[in-house]
């Protein structure tokens, strides 16, 4: 794709689109069926290795990462389970409303994750916050396609069936973008800063944004296994921006004539 955001903006790394498919390409990364993988890992992919990264019903087991790239929400499935993402989010075994059965979902899980089921994520200060964020706050998606595809911007193609685009920012490049995507908005609030796991940021609030009357970017990787992740393939002044299709449209037509153009932002961004 040919982006005038790119063009004027010249980030340090590559912005990354999220497209819906019934088709992966043959050289596309996925995680193997059956393991364990994270979902920003295949943004990661795409944007600092150039790959196309693909994820499906069957290569993500992850349920946030289900969730978030639009396979449907299993959080609530039964009372059990929701009682149990409910402590998870919020304060751990402290949190869980059947102490006994977490502590057994606890115990079988992997060794590396006992802190983060002992602790929980403190995304909620309780498990009654939790609930009512899975229940009314939690983006939910079934799409009718078989993968969603992560692709470097410069290489999408025409027919692709874009959702959003994520640009993966430093402070400078995330002021220049909010200005932007504020100046072809009404209002004063163009950029949304969700609770939820930070692949949620990437994606699934992103198409909820898409859908609503007007679409405003979404500020992500501010929780900690964001951050974990942007240290080990970025760096720790690195956010994400993601722009819901039909805001990333308004911006494109606007970018050869804004903010990128006047001498201040020259100077500030060196180009």
């Not at 689109?17 to 059956?34: H, L």
């Not at 393939?233 to 449209?249: I, K």
Request: proline content about 6%.
């Amino acid at each position: 794709m040919d982006s005038a955001i790119l063009r004027n903006l010249k980030p340090e790394f590559e912005p990354v689109a999220v497209v819906w498919s019934d088709v992966c390409p043959d050289d596309a990364f996925q995680f193997k069926e059956g393991r364990f993988g994270c979902t920003l890992y295949l943004f990661a992919e795409a944007s600092r290795r150039g790959k196309v990264a693909a994820g499906n019903r069957k290569t993500v087991l992850c349920p946030g990462g289900r969730a978030a790239l639009g396979f449907g929400v299993g959080f609530d499935a039964s009372e059990a389970v929701l009682d149990q993402h409910a402590a998870l989010f919020s304060k751990g075994i402290a949190s869980a409303r059947d102490r006994g059965a977490y502590e057994k979902i606890m115990e079988d899980s992997p060794r590396n994750w006992h802190d983060l089921y002992a602790y929980g994520e403190r995304r909620h200060s309780g498990g009654e916050l939790a609930r009512e964020w899975i229940l009314h706050g939690l983006p939910r998606y079934d799409i009718p396609n078989d993968y969603v595809l992560f692709k470097p911007l410069r290489r999408v193609e025409a027919d692709d069936d874009i959702r959003a685009v994520i640009f993966p920012v430093t402070p400078i490049e995330l002021s220049g973008l909010v200005t932007l995507a504020g100046s072809v908005m009404p209002g004063t609030d163009p950029v949304q800063v969700p609770q939820g796991a930070d692949c949620m940021s990437l994606t699934a609030f992103a198409y909820a944004q898409a859908d609503s009357g007007n679409p405003r970017a979404v500020l992500g990787m501010m929780g900690l296994d964001g951050r974990e992740m942007m240290r080990k393939r970025f760096r720790d002044d690195v956010l994400t921006l993601t722009l819901p299709m039909p805001l990333f449209e308004r911006m494109e037509a606007e970018a050869d004539d804004c903010v990128f153009q006047i001498p201040s932002w020259t100077k500030l961004a060196g180009h």
